[in-house]
């Protein structure tokens, strides 16, 4: 080193000072112990919608709301049981929006392609509606027993009537979904086809109460 330090005092060009300084630097940053930041992949909720099914219109208007979640589940990781009662995330995914925001949107959907209320609208749009539906959210996530895995949403829907904020009906929907495969789009495939049956059957329960 001492070798070094004395050629590089003795070089007159400023050029060939510059070059040795660089040189002398390409060891130290070769040797970085810092990490390297993951590449995060951020994924949509795949959705297939019903397609309307006819008959009469609803003469009611549909305020979809953010359900309640648990902070875990309030977020845009995507929530996994690897064993027992543990809960975690995937590593290095991610949801494009936070769960909550991802369960209303998907039943937003579901009931403007089925058509048959006068309009179905978000608290997004703060606009005024008949019927509002809510609840709480307690399970967005994969679990997995042993090397098994299923995707689990649970979410105890209540149906209000706005005028009174009377609760006119509530009920608890869980659908299940295999994770057919080990990569991360088996996961998410898995989560849009739970979320299809979870909202196929709150469009029902909802036209029902309709109906009652």
Do not use: H
């Amino acid at each position: 080193m001492t070798d070094l330090k004395l050629m590089f005092t003795g070089l007159r060009n400023p050029f060939s000072r510059l070059l040795w300084a660089v040189i002398l630097c390409l060891p130290l940053a070769a040797c970085t112990i810092l990490p390297q930041t993951p590449i995060s992949q951020v994924y949509l909720l795949p959705a297939q919608p019903a397609a309307s099914a006819g008959g009469p219109t609803i003469e009611r208007s549909l305020r979809i709301v953010q359900p309640n979640a648990s902070q875990f589940i309030n977020g845009s990781r995507i929530a996994v049981q690897p064993q027992g009662s543990e809960i975690t995330a995937y590593s290095g995914s991610r949801w494009s929006d936070p769960a909550p925001i991802l369960l209303r949107n998907r039943l937003t959907q579901e009931f403007r392609s089925d058509g048959r209320f006068s309009s179905v609208s978000t608290d997004d749009d703060n606009l005024q509606a008949d019927w509002e539906l809510g609840g709480d959210l307690s399970s967005f996530q994969g679990v997995y027993n042993g090397e098994q895995g299923e995707v689990v949403i649970r979410f105890d829907a209540r149906l209000v009537q706005t005028s009174d904020r009377r609760v006119m009906a509530n009920r608890s929907f869980v659908a299940r979904q295999p994770i057919n495969g080990r990569s991360m789009d088996d996961v998410v495939k898995a989560f849009g086809q739970a979320s299809d049956q979870l909202a196929a059957q709150i469009l029902a329960w909802t036209r029902q109460q309709a109906a009652n």
